[in-house]
């Protein structure tokens, strides 16, 4: 918990049962594809997680690419914020 925000982050992971329910106000989900989730079990696990908001993360440097965050937040049904690389994140 950071300035009363809920944030759930599960680092280099494929999407798991045990995802269920956690029920985050923010998730940060590997969006790469290749030793993690792709954009599409992404979404499924935002779903899965009943999170209010996603971030993608670990993309465009090793595997993945800014396209495979823009599907994420094409897909999702919750708000998703695409950073900046060194930018900062506002906790509000």
């Given at each position: 918990t950071m300035?009363?925000?809920r944030i759930y982050h599960p680092g280099d992971t494929d999407r798991i049962p045990?995802?269920?329910?956690?029920a985050p106000d923010v998730v940060?989900?590997?969006v790469g594809g290749t030793y993690t989730m792709d954009a599409a079990e992404a979404i499924q696990a935002v779903s899965?997680?009943?999170?209010?908001g996603a971030i993608p993360i670990h993309y465009g440097d090793i595997v993945g690419s800014r396209q495979?965050?823009?599907d994420?937040?094409?897909g999702c049904t919750?708000?998703?914020e695409i950073?900046?690389?060194?930018?900062?994140l506002t906790v509000e």
């Open positions: 300035a009363g925000k045990e995802m269920r329910g956690i940060l989900l590997p899965d997680i009943a999170a209010g495979d965050a823009a994420l937040s094409a919750v708000p998703v950073l900046d690389p060194g930018g900062s």
